[in-house]
């Protein structure tokens, strides 16, 4: 055994980062020591990017879009890039498919050795961001989506310009996959630890998949865990994209989702949240070829002194679209639930289908539910309706339960199931659906338990 | 079975039950008659144990227990079902789901083992098809879309399963053609019994012609004013509540 440890030869651990101004001014470093590095399309996007985040600086609550959500521990935390963290694959949770294609991220590297059916899906292409850079594969440019963060937010920005490994998933022509599931696993770390990640999926003309990305982890200390991902939809294609949330407690998850939509394209969103400590949701969508459709159904389920927040900005650029969205938060505890979606509807957008309703169920008195619709409606014939209803668990429907012989606390978990079950319904794979009703019938049943 | 003495109860603050007195044993049916706002449904609501209604003296036991300190699931354990006047609807949850869940917990509640999926089953469709409940209504959501008829006969169903020893039948006949009240009728013969007492609450005599009671009660005003046998019935329905209770129309609710 050897006692003597070189030390020149362990490299230095980077030092923790906190503020806006710090990040920027250290940024070369850091990027000196991200894949692609070298390259100049990259180094460019990268400088760009952390110069919009340091001239807008961490989200905080005097700006219009982030005024629900507390992110103040985002810039006060001393956080260091995760290492990559250890993990064996009997800690993972079991697969949703036994012989399905799992893409599995370890703190937001791609883990090769953990995933499975990686290769041999005919016109299914999956990579490693990190190695797609490495390679020159030109999906690894179009990974990145537009460079849209004056519209999207610094966190956005940030994340492109810290990420140096995510999943990029690309479907071929007419291609139809079955279910693939990404898992993002989030590891135990003893100090503050932050994670950026960049993830596409990419379909072309007429490609048809089911997408389940799962957010899941062990409990440890806070970890800032931002994941960005560009969808690509082209002309006819259709996209069902499960997204399950259900980090460890001390998380603060962002997840800034950027879908652009072709002709005839349909992306159907299934957004499901409930863990982390602090989850901000943003989903863009851009509807720029006619009949494109974008239906969303979200469903957050929030207690103690948890935050969860979904902010979708949908644009139809151009007419004969419809965007549907359904977002429904049950909140408990002293816990917080906030949707914000704004639909633009621009001037030559005409017979724009838009619909946008939100319901929100509370089961204490401390709980708060903050919803706030904005629709900008440029084009004179569209029709768009929008609702928002906040309320709590029906007192006739509690009393007949109860009248029936059902206690108290599974009557109303059987309702609040029964909420929630308008989302998960919606859900068209039988395999996913089920594991979504999983995860929220064991929340029901701690939150009965008290 | 059932012992309610001087009952006083109110709603919103305002005193409905002043002093209702009432006795069953096991085995009869007993009618509760009387004009809108008499305190019939609010006698079956205090009875079920519904929050808000506000019990502020008089005592009601069942079995020998204090039925006021117990909760609507523990009346339900104890054998006290009310139907609905107005049965609820509830979206999102299956008659299937809901029906199992309660019989499971009533029969837990009285020491039995719950019923497997496949017991069940083959219980809720014996009892579905002599209520001429089909497969499909099962398979809705509770009450959804239900016309008035069968949600009286889900009523029905649901009682079948828990055999209660005490049935409150709140306004059953309400909005029920003549058929519809004949297999509600029906379904509530069928299961009067030596052991089994019944309340059955109306305004018209009418579903009386069907289950024929072995008592009937006139309330007005929260107390009982007179009871008598089942020909009570019939002088009221000649007579009007009016004559009877001694005020005059409308007034009985004051």
């Given at each position: 055994m050897s006692i003597a440890t070189p030390v020149a030869a362990a490299p230095a651990a980077p030092e923790p980062l906190t503020s806006a101004e710090e990040r920027a001014a250290r940024y070369a470093a850091h990027r000196a020591r991200l894949p692609g590095a070298g390259r100049p399309w990259l180094?460019?996007?990268?400088?760009?990017?952390?110069?919009?985040?340091?001239?807008?600086?961490?989200p905080n609550r005097r700006m219009e879009?982030?005024?629900?959500?507390?992110?103040?521990?985002?810039?006060?935390?001393?956080?260091?890039?995760a290492d990559a963290g250890t993990v064996a694959a009997g800690d993972l949770p079991a697969p949703l498919l036994p012989d399905g294609?799992?893409?599995?991220?370890?703190?937001?590297?791609?883990?090769?050795?953990?995933?499975?059916?990686?290769?041999?899906?005919?016109?299914?292409?999956?990579l490693s961001l990190a190695d797609a850079i490495a390679a020159g594969d030109p999906l690894a440019e179009q990974a990145f989506g537009p460079a849209d963060w004056g519209r999207r937010g610094s966190l956005i920005a940030l994340n492109t310009a810290m990420a140096g490994d995510g999943v990029v998933l690309s479907v071929a022509d007419g291609a139809r996959i079955e279910p693939v599931e990404v898992l993002h696993w989030t590891t135990a770390h003893a100090d503050p630890a932050e994670i950026h990640a960049r993830h596409a999926i990419l379909l072309h003309e007429r490609a048809q998949a089911t997408v389940v990305e799962r957010f899941a982890g062990a409990d440890g200390a806070a970890v800032f865990a931002n994941h960005g991902c560009h969808l690509r939809l082209a002309a006819g294609a259709r996209l069902e994209h499960v997204r399950l949330q259900?980090?460890?407690?001390?998380?603060?998850?962002?997840?800034?989702?950027?879908v652009t939509l072709a002709a005839g394209a349909a992306y159907l969103a299934r957004y499901v949240g409930l863990g982390a400590g602090v989850?901000?949701?943003?989903?863009?969508?851009?509807?720029?070829?006619?009949?494109?459709?974008?239906?969303?159904?979200?469903?957050?389920?929030?207690?103690?002194?948890?935050?969860q927040d979904l902010t979708t900005r949908v644009r139809h650029a151009v007419g004969a679209c419809t965007s549907s969205q359904l977002v429904k938060g049950v909140v408990a505890g002293a816990a917080?639930?906030?949707?914000?979606?704004?639909?633009?509807?621009?001037?030559?957008?005409?017979?724009?289908?838009?619909?946008?309703?939100?319901?929100?169920?509370?089961?204490?008195?401390?709980?708060?539910?903050?919803?706030?619709?904005?629709?900008?409606?440029f084009a004179d014939d569209v029709q768009c309706a929008h609702g928002a209803a906040i309320g709590e668990l029906d007192a006739d429907q509690l009393f007949y339960l109860r009248a029936r012989g059902i206690d108290e606390p599974p009557a109303r978990a059987l309702l609040v199931e029964a909420f929630v079950a308008e989302v998960v319904d919606r859900i068209g794979d039988a395999q996913a659906r089920a594991m979504v009703a999983r995860h929220v019938r064991d929340w029901l049943a701690t939150e009965a338990a008290g | 079975m059932l012992e309610i003495k001087d009952l006083h109860a109110t709603v919103d603050g305002r005193e409905i039950l002043r002093g209702l007195t009432l006795s069953v044993a096991p085995g009869e049916v007993h009618a509760i008659m009387g004009p809108n706002g008499s305190g019939k449904s609010t006698l079956s609501y205090v009875l079920a144990g519904r929050e808000g209604y506000e019990v502020t003296g008089g005592s009601v036991t069942f079995q020998g227990r204090n039925l006021l300190e117990l909760a609507p699931e523990e009346r339900a354990g104890e054998g006290i079902f009310l139907a609905f006047q107005y049965p609820v609807e509830i979206p999102g949850v299956t008659t299937m789901t809901f029906l199992r869940s309660s019989l499971n917990a009533v029969r837990v509640r009285r020491g039995e083992p719950e019923l497997n999926?496949?017991?069940?089953?083959?219980?809720?469709?014996?009892?579905?098809?002599?209520?001429?409940?089909?497969?499909?209504?099962?398979?809705?959501?509770?009450?959804?879309?239900?016309?008035?008829?069968?949600?009286?006969?889900?009523?029905?169903?649901?009682?079948?399963?828990?055999?209660?020893?005490?049935?409150?039948?709140?306004?059953?006949?309400?909005?029920?053609?003549?058929?519809?009240?004949?297999?509600?009728?029906?379904?509530?013969?069928?299961?009067?019994?030596?052991?089994?007492?019944?309340?059955?609450?109306?305004?018209?005599?009418?579903?009386?012609?069907?289950?024929?009671?072995?008592?009937?009660?006139?309330?007005?005003?929260?107390?009982?004013?007179?009871?008598?046998?089942?020909?009570?019935?019939?002088?009221?329905?000649r007579k009007g509540y009016a004559e009877i209770t001694g005020a005059a129309p409308g007034a009985a609710a004051a």
């Open positions: 180094n460019g996007l990268r400088d760009a990017a952390i110069e919009a985040f340091a001239r807008i600086g961490f879009e982030w005024r629900y959500v507390d992110l103040r521990a985002l810039g006060e935390t001393a956080w260091r890039p294609v799992r893409v599995v991220l370890v703190d937001g590297r791609f883990r090769p050795d953990l995933s499975q059916g990686l290769a041999g899906t005919e016109g299914l292409t999956v259900a980090e460890a407690g001390r998380v603060i998850h962002i997840g800034g989702n950027g989850a901000r949701i943003d989903l863009d969508a851009e509807l720029h070829g006619e009949r494109a459709e974008l239906d969303l159904a979200s469903v957050y389920l929030a207690r103690g002194a948890q935050q917080r639930g906030v949707f914000q979606g704004a639909i633009t509807v621009d001037k030559d957008a005409q017979k724009t289908e838009a619909r946008q309703y939100s319901r929100a169920l509370l089961l204490s008195p401390q709980a708060e539910v903050d919803a706030k619709p904005e629709l900008r409606i | 999926a496949v017991d069940f089953l083959k219980l809720v469709r014996a009892k579905a098809a002599a209520l001429n409940i089909t497969d499909e209504m099962l398979k809705r959501a509770v009450n959804v879309g239900f016309s008035g008829g069968e949600k009286k006969r889900n009523e029905m169903l649901q009682m079948a399963l828990l055999e209660p020893k005490l049935a409150i039948l709140d306004e059953t006949d309400s909005g029920l053609d003549i058929d519809a009240l004949r297999t509600v009728a029906e379904g509530v013969n069928a299961l009067r019994s030596p052991e089994r007492a019944m309340l059955v609450i109306t305004h018209y005599q009418r579903l009386l012609d069907y289950i024929v009671p072995d008592r009937v009660h006139v309330l007005s005003g929260g107390r009982i004013v007179r009871s008598g046998g089942k020909e009570l019935a019939l002088e009221l329905e």
